[in-house]
């Protein structure tokens, strides 16, 4: 929308392509369609590339599953990896992604990767700060 209304502006392709940040045959694709069908032909356009594999309500159930941790699901640390995502994915649904494919599902739903810190359960700050004295 932002594209047409800088087209309709005045601004030629190439400088919609920079200001929206696509390429310019993608504004090129869209001035058409704005051509033959107006605002309401660009807000029904098809978008392209793959459909997911995933359903929203798979996604819903993937990072409930998530938020229950890896060790209801077997695991033996507390620490989802990418591996382990994959064959939570892929016992959940039977779709099978590739580990970086599932960095992507993970930031959709908005999961950072998170770095355990590395200290021991056992770690006795007390005796810690005793012995650095």
């Known amino acids: 929308m932002e ?3 800088l087209l309709r502006q005045g601004l030629s392709q190439s400088q919609v392509a920079r200001a929206v940040g696509v390429h310019r ?22 978008h392209s590339g793959r459909p997911p594999k995933l359903s929203a309500a798979q996604l819903g159930d993937l ?19 990418a591996g382990r995502v994959r064959e939570l994915i892929e016992y959940r649904t ?7 494919h599932v960095w992507r599902i993970l930031r959709k ?22 012995w650095k004295r």
């Open 63 to 81: 990072e409930r599953a998530l938020k229950r941790g890896p060790e209801a699901f077997g695991f033996v640390s507390g620490l989802w990896t």
């Open 3 to 5: 594209a047409a209304r």
């Open 94 to 100: 039977g779709v099978r992604y590739h580990e970086a």
């Open 109 to 130: 739903l908005n999961w950072t990767c998170q770095r355990p810190r590395g200290r021991a359960l056992e770690r006795d700050e007390a005796a810690i700060r005793g």
């Open 25 to 46: 045959q993608s504004v090129s694709r869209w001035t058409r369609e704005l051509a033959q069908s107006g605002v309401r032909g660009l807000r029904k356009a098809k």
